[in-house]
Nanobody, 126 residues
Framework: QVQLVESGGGLVQAGGSLRLSCAAS????????MGWFRQAPGKEREFVAA????????YYADSVKGRFTISRDNAKNMVYLQMNSLKPEDTAVYYC???????????????????WGQGTPVTVSS
């Protein structure tokens, strides 16, 4: 089992940057693929980015490609989301998620991960 705790959210002006962090408990963190999702008020949870257990492959939603970067440090049980050139439409609660059984692109972008954090809010002002 994995417990996830996000941090790093906050208020930022459009064009600014934030770095979200997700701390994971458990000795088998390195065997989990990790994802970031977000949910804006009144909208469904949507995929943002994902990374394989080794960090060898990453996936991004088209809306964040070129602006956001997902990375992980298995030695520290951490996953990060560097967010640059933020836009007001990036405003949402951002969630970290973990799953061991992701094999195809469709698995990585689906919000059916086994474990979720509590979320950290990001507000981008115009």
């Amino acid at each position: 089992q994995v417990q996830l705790v996000e941090s790093g959210g906050g208020l930022v002006q459009a064009g600014g940057s934030l770095r979200l962090s997700c701390a994971a408990s458990g000795r088998t963190f390195s065997s989990y693929a990790m994802g970031w999702f977000r949910q804006a008020p009144g909208k469904e949870r949507e995929f943002v980015a994902a990374i394989t257990w080794s960090g060898g492959s990453t996936y991004y939603a088209d809306s964040v490609k070129g602006r956001f970067t997902i990375s992980r440090d298995n030695a520290k049980n951490m996953v990060y989301l560097q967010m640059n050139s933020l836009k007001p439409e990036d405003t949402a609660v951002y969630y970290c998620a973990a799953d061991k059984r992701l094999y195809h692109y469709s698995d990585f972008v689906s919000p059916r991960y086994d474990y979720w954090g509590q979320g950290t809010p990001v507000t981008v002002s115009s």
